[in-house]
């Protein structure tokens, strides 16, 4: 009963307003006209989400050491890069509220050429959106022979 007939509304919800911090709004929001003497109902559906964790280490020599700075990329089943993180000074990452799916995590090739580095792998993630982490397998980066 307090918004203005005739003036379009932009409608979202906030993220940081719903119980749970693992529920996650499946659609951006709703635009709409309100218009005198007719109801609307709008709903706006969340889904609950996981988060991905995982490191990335450095080895050379036979040494193993967790690495910084390091972009880690998450792709859906198309290829097309859903989230980028960096890795933090111990080699840890956390990608936050992943909807259910299949992904391919990996560490940036851009990143890799620049720093003459190579990865042991890409890592197949299969997130069931149940509120529980997933582990990533670890990241194995070394000197590009």
Avoid: C
Avoid at 32 to 45: D, K, T, Y
Avoid at 90 to 109: C, E
Avoid at 126 to 135: M, Q, R, S, Y
């Amino acid at each position: 009963t307090t918004l203005p007939p005739q003036v379009p509304i932009n409608l979202a919800i906030n993220p940081a307003t719903l119980e749970d911090p693992q529920w996650h709004p499946q659609t951006p929001g709703v635009h709409f006209v309100p218009r005198p003497g007719h109801m609307l109902e709008i709903n706006l559906p969340v889904s609950m989400t996981s988060d991905l964790e995982g490191m990335v280490y450095f080895n050379e020599q036979g040494k193993k050491r967790g690495i910084g700075d390091v972009k880690i990329e998450l792709l859906d089943s198309k290829k097309n890069i859903v989230s980028q993180i960096k890795s933090v000074s111990d080699g840890y990452y956390l990608f936050s509220s992943i909807t259910a799916g299949n992904y391919l995590a990996r560490v940036s090739p851009e990143q890799l050429d620049k720093l003459h580095l190579q990865s042991n792998e890409t890592h197949v993630v299969t997130v069931h959106a149940n509120g529980k982490p997933i582990t990533i397998p670890g990241f194995i980066l070394s000197p590009k022979k």
